[in-house]
């Protein structure tokens, strides 16, 4: 595990580049959020963040973020992962933002826990913008229509659109071959927006592609490796600490 003190480092050194690509893409550094990837990593690390004036975190799995999110006071959290209907039950009312809806069963299941509870629960829509088999997300000319389908729901609020593009060829700069991918997202916002005025955020960029991210339009990037170091084998538990 990192120390703090290079955590505080990292996370200087992935505002620096955030702060960069939104200057000379004449936009506002203030606009773009980071959002830091704890999965795989230990609550500790995690709390470093919030303390490093990073509260926004994020998981890709709910077992995980379950475990972790109660030894992480002050955090703000993301669900960045695939999202299974028989766990929305744990995330509803949690106060997460779910970055992975992707259809309209996942946006029933939401919208019906919500209801029930009377709490609004917040999403973005996920987009498989490069057709990646081994990416979530919807197809890109099914966007317009899932948002509408979950815009008739009163509990479910669909705040934008979010995506990862598909892994760069061997020796291709990430930036350059995510470019294009995030150019389709924030196009399909701009034409889902002119119809939803409240579909606003972009949640793409990551690690290696964040400049690219930023330079097309990224409100939130999700950063793990560069901000946390390599991840771990498999998820965090409460077990491992015990070992
Ligand atoms: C792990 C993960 C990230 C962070 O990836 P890095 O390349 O480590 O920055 C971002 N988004 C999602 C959905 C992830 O699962």
Redesign the pocket.
């Known amino acids: 595990m990192i120390s703090a003190e290079q955590l505080v480092e990292n996370l200087a050194a992935v505002r620096h580049r955030v702060d960069e690509a939104a200057r000379s893409a004449g936009r506002r550094p203030a606009d773009v959020r980071i959002i830091g ?1 704890t ?1 795989t990593h230990a609550p500790e690390l995690a709390r470093a963040a919030v303390v490093a004036g990073l509260p926004d975190l ?1 998981e ?1 799995r709910v077992q995980e973020w379950r475990a972790k999110a109660p030894l992480v006071p002050g955090a703000r959290w993301h669900l ?2 695939q999202l299974q209907r028989n766990k929305v039950r744990h995330v509803v009312g949690q106060h997460v933002l779910v ?1 992975t809806v992707d259809r309209r069963s996942l946006v029933d299941a939401l919208s019906q826990r919500a209801q029930l509870l009377g709490v609004l629960q917040r999403a973005l829509v996920q987009v498989n913008v490069g057709d990646d088999p081994a990416k979530g997300g919807c197809a890109v000319n099914e966007t317009l229509d899932l948002v509408a389908y979950a815009r008739h729901r009163a509990h479910l609020a669909v705040e934008g659109l979010m995506t ?1 593009p598909p892994m760069p060829p061997p020796g291709r700069d990430p930036v350059v071959a995510a470019r294009p991918h995030f150019a389709t997202l924030r196009g399909l916002r701009d034409e889902v927006q002119s119809r939803f005025p409240e579909v606003v955020h972009l949640s793409m960029g ?3 592609d964040l400049e690219a991210a930023v330079e097309q339009g990224a409100t939130m990037v ?5 901000l946390f170091g390599a ?1 771990g084998q498999g998820p965090w538990s409460p077990s491992q600490e015990e070992r």
């Open positions: 990837v999965k994020a890709n960045v992962g970055h990862m990551m690690s290696d999700r950063i793990g490796t560069a991840r």
